[in-house]
């Protein structure tokens, strides 16, 4: 079924519930009793769309984008933009264009057929037990043997069970596709298999011994019918089981590493095939891990480079070129050089730590100052004074000169410029402005940077991860399993061990046992 | 008022709890001789002191401070080399006072009180033993690290 993406696994911040319920309506009503277990691979699986119109950073005509692009100083000239930008793609941009345009068609393929057949299952599932009781109503009423209040009781029975098996069904598995994963889940096929199997059975039987012979003990066939709903219900217990408790007892601690600049968690996971921790671990990566900043691994790829810059290799003994040997003399040469860089690494990020917080401190006394000129209208003030009324919008307006330069500077001076556009940061101070915030509260958004689901999501949502991993991404997470999410920029690596098992044993003491003693050293003079 | 406490004096065995025996120093290490272990007879070189006490108002006092006592905790002792030994020792001596006229440094341990073994008393029998009203004169047996060191000295000379 992923014979196209074999390890790609996509994900992104989008449902895809619209086009499922279109495909409901489709089939009618009746299709609304999805059914006791339509759980298939991609439908409650999460399938994913990408909504994101690819051709985004080819116009650029978004004032923001343009702001960024191309003049950094909004702090100094707070008017508009006009609408021509120069942002240029990157070989990035090209690629991630080209690659969503192509995953979009064979996505949708595969997910639509795996909700087809999940429905198909479903459907047939849910009328086999109706199926069931009238056929034989419809075939040879005539000859059924009177069944008074036994069946009834029994109708009634039937009736209630698939109500709940619905509501079950509903409850359980009728959930928005979060994302697509890369492999089938091995338990809810196996669910749907064994749901098959049993259905045929059943139907197999059915049709054999009764349909084919006429049985004419109607309480016998409805009996029949309530055991299948029987059945149906404790299959939704084991799925219940299967798919949602087993995993909920932690039993794994999964360290969590970006590999660009090392920032690392811990979480706890259960039993979770490989391919649903990844999808665990990226859930958490974008609430807990800070946004990742390429800027500020400049420093020390330059570092890295100045030091190995000054030296050259000659090779004295002809042209054979062994280059192996090069490099090691290389790296022997470079560690025995007598460098100062880690003077200038000390020197310079003490000289940071001060600027940074000596504009912050700038940043913290303009933004309060420019709080103070907002005040709140009060219900009987509001029709005092209606000329002079604005609505947060414009007093955010009134105000953000004020404080612009020094934010900008600041933002400039942590490397964060450009997490922020203009018209996101009036927009926050506006929300703020609403909501009654202080200007601590306003400035908690930029005076540290957070976690990735703060930010505008087109722009810093990676759309594509891949799922890097030696052993089969479909098999459990077990101790000292390896494996590496990718997505452009840089990669996250997941370590996962297990959790020790722990021998606890217990001891007792009496509170009558707490007895204490005085221990002196008098002095006495005689 | 003549002291007498001049030299160690090692004649001085008598009985006692504490069972101080007479001592022949034949050479053993300084440490051992004062260590002491629960069951086993105490060897000690000591000096004997005598203390006249001095009137003053109504009671007689003899200038100096005990500590010590098996009622107390001997590891805050900080004249005792070993810190299970629960003797009493000579914390303080004021100046001038008979007892250091006597000779009685700080820093004894008291073996006797007029033949009364102070090695295995409480704290507070060792108060009275030493501030009876009727006794003008006590005669006390001490013990000190130097003490041995000197009779070691003398022996070899």
């Known amino acids: 079924m992923s014979a196209a993406m ?14 499922h319920s279109k495909k409901a309506h489709r089939q009618g009503s009746r299709d609304r009793h999805k059914s006791p277990r339509s759980k298939d691979g991609s439908r409650s699986e999460k399938s994913v769309t990408i909504q994101t119109p690819p051709a985004e950073p080819l116009l650029g005509n978004d004032a923001s984008r343009a702001e960024e692009g191309q003049d950094d100083n909004w702090g100094e000239t707070t008017t508009a933009i006009t609408g021509t930008s120069e942002h240029s793609i990157s070989q990035e941009d090209i690629a991630r264009i080209s690659k969503d345009l192509e995953d979009s068609v064979g996505l949708d393929c595969k997910r639509y057929l795996g909700l087809t057949v999940a429905a198909v299952l479903g459907l047939l599932v849910f009328l086999t037990p109706i199926a069931f009781i009238l056929l034989p109503q419809i075939l040879w009423r005539d000859d059924l043997e009177p069944c008074g209040t036994v069946c009834e009781g029994l109708f009634i029975s039937v009736a209630f069970k698939l109500l709940i098996l619905l509501i079950g069904t509903w409850a359980l598995f009728f959930r928005q596709p979060k994302a697509d994963l890369p492999r089938v889940f091995v338990f809810r096929a196996l669910l749907l298999v064994l749901i098959f199997l049993f259905v045929f059975s059943y139907w197999l039987f059915y049709g054999v011994r009764i349909l084919d012979s006429k049985d004419t003990n109607y309480q016998g066939i409805v009996q029949y019918a309530v055991s299948l709903v029987d059945a149906l219900l404790f299959i939704h217990y084991l799925a219940i089981v299967l798919l949602e408790l087993r995993q909920l007892q932690p039993m794994f601690t999964v360290k969590v590493v970006r590999s660009t600049d090392g920032e690392s968690r811990y979480y706890s996971l259960g039993h979770l095939s490989i391919q649903r921790a990844a999808l665990v671990v990226l859930e958490n990566y974008y609430r807990d891990f800070t946004v990742s900043n390429p800027a500020l691994l400049t420093a020390s790829k330059s570092r890295a480079a100045k030091h190995m810059a000054g030296l050259k290799v000659y090779n004295v003994d002809g042209p054979g070129n062994n280059a192996s040997g090069q490099s090691r003399a290389m790296i022997a040469a470079a560690a025995r050089r007598r460098d100062s860089s880690h003077n200038e690494l000390y020197y310079e990020e003490a000289d940071h730590e001060r600027r940074v917080r000596k504009r912050r401190a700038r940043l913290v006394v303009a933004v309060e100052e420019a709080f103070t000129h907002i005040k709140r209208l009060q219900a009987e003030e509001q029709q005092k004074a209606p000329g002079e009324m604005m609505d947060p919008r414009e007093a955010a307006q009134a105000i953000f000169p004020s404080m612009a330069r020094a934010l900008q500077k600041y933002l400039r001076t942590t490397r964060q410029q450009q997490y922020h556009s203009m018209e996101s940061i009036l927009q926050h101070l506006s929300f703020c402005i609403t909501n009654n915030m202080t200007p601590k509260a306003f400035l908690e958004r930029y005076l540290n940077p957070g976690p990735t689901l703060q930010y505008d999501r087109d722009r810093w949502f990676s759309k594509q991860w891949t799922l890097v991993s030696e052993e089969a991404v479909t098999s459990g997470l077990q101790d000292g399993v390896v494996f590496v999410l990718k997505c452009l920029d840089f990669s996250l690596v997941v370590n996962v061990k297990k959790i020790p098992f722990i021998k606890l044993s217990e001891e007792f003491i009496d509170p009558k046992s707490h007895k204490f003693v005085l221990r002196l050293q008098s002095e006495t003079s005689v | 008022m ?156």
């Open chain 1, 6 to 19: 074999d390890t790609e696994s996509t994900y992104s911040g989008y449902s895809h519930y619209s086009g």
């Open chain 2, 2 to 157: 003549g002291t007498e406490g001049a030299g160690p004096d090692w004649l001085a065995g008598s009985e006692g709890r504490g069972r101080v025996r007479r001592f022949c120093s034949g050479g053993g290490s300084d440490g051992e001789d004062m260590a002491f272990v629960p069951g086993q007879p105490v060897t000690a070189v000591v000096q004997r002191i005598e203390i006249h006490k001095l009137r003053q108002g109504d009671n007689l006092i003899l200038g100096f401070s005990i500590g010590g006592g098996i009622d107390q905790d001997p590891t805050q002792n900080p004249f005792s080399e070993d810190k299970t030994d629960k003797g009493i020792y000579v914390t303080r001596v004021t100046e001038g006072g008979p007892a250091e006229v006597a000779g009685l440094q700080i820093g004894d341990k008291i073996m006797q009180v007029n033949g009364w073994d102070m090695t295995m008393v409480t704290h507070d029998q060792a108060r009275k033993r030493l501030t009876k009203r009727n006794e003008e004169v006590v005669r006390l047996l001490v013990t000190r690290q130097s003490l041995q060191k000197a009779v070691q000295q003398s022996m070899r000379s």
